[in-house]
């Protein structure tokens, strides 16, 4: 499937919503064979953005990325602009009910990876409970350390699974997909950041008013303070999104 791309700040992100989204995994899924390397889709915030600018290396990552879904408000306030119309976020946090839902009905396998001990699991009792018939291929809750590489791979080539779902947070867990993505057997796989943590309850996520006026970070930073470093990408996101929209350079030394 071939899709508009929305370029933000040198990201070309493509312009899809959550049933695009949803389509182009199943025709991965139903591949007569599967696809070597595996797929990867990384979902684009400002940080994001902001780290590519700083980051060849994480830059890279996202270029070669299968599919580079819109998350965040802030990537959909940046398309505007430029008059393209992003539908809706595409998260990994809402992302993870909607494929679990669709792996029920069409028997894939999934498999989930990280986070801390015990959260995978737990996470994954949760979307058996909510979706019956999904077929958890197994779980666990390993990092993206090199020395636990060999552990994992042995782990996935056992559960062969179609989904892998990867919480080691951004960018590791981006990162770890490029680096491992011919050598992993499933056909698709999506880093999901906290996921697993609000499935299991262990993060509570900001109610839905909250989201959908667009203050979910705020939400964030408040019940976890020691990310206000992180946060400070977003009014640098903002600045460079008006500078580029008003054709002013930014300033460098």
């Given amino acids: 499937m ?27 899924c139903t591949e007569g064979t599967s696809p070597s390397p595996c797929r990867q889709i990384c979902t684009v915030n400002p940080e994001f953005v902001i780290d590519a600018r700083r980051n060849p290396a994480f830059a890279a990552v996202l270029q070669r990325a299968d599919l580079r879904v819109p998350d965040g408000i802030g990537v959909l306030w940046a398309a505007r602009l430029q008059g393209a119309l992003l539908q809706e976020r595409v998260t ?14 069409a028997n894939w396998r999934v498999f989930f990876l990280g986070a801390a001990p015990g959260v995978a699991a737990r996470a994954a ?41 990867v919480a080691f947070g951004h960018p590791c867990q981006d990162f770890w997909i490029d680096q491992h993505r011919h050598e992993l057997p499933a056909k698709v796989a999506i880093g999901v950041g906290g996921a697993f943590d609000f ?3 262990v993060t509570v996520r900001a109610p839905r008013w909250v989201q959908r006026l667009g203050l979910e ?8 303070p020691w990310r206000w470093r992180r946060m400070l990408k977003l009014p640098q996101f903002v600045g460079l999104v008006l500078w580029q929209f008003f054709f ?3 300033y460098s030394n």
Avoid at 144 to 152: G, K, N, V
């Fill in 2 to 28: 071939q899709f508009s791309t929305v370029n933000i700040l040198g990201v070309a992100i493509h312009q899809v919503n959550f049933p695009d989204t949803l389509a182009q995994i199943a025709a991965w």
């Fill in 92 to 105: 990994g946090s809402d992302g993870i009910y909607r494929i679990c839902a669709r792996a029920a009905q």
């Fill in 125 to 165: 009792v949760i979307l058996q409970q909510k979706y019956p018939g999904l077929i958890v291929a197994g779980t666990e809750s390993s990092n993206p350390q090199a020395t636990e590489w060999l552990a994992i791979q042995q782990r996935l080539a056992l559960a062969q699974p179609d989904l892998l779902f």
């Fill in 199 to 201: 499935v299991a309850g």
């Fill in 217 to 224: 970070w705020l939400h964030r930073l408040l019940r976890q």
């Fill in 248 to 250: 002013i350079p930014p």
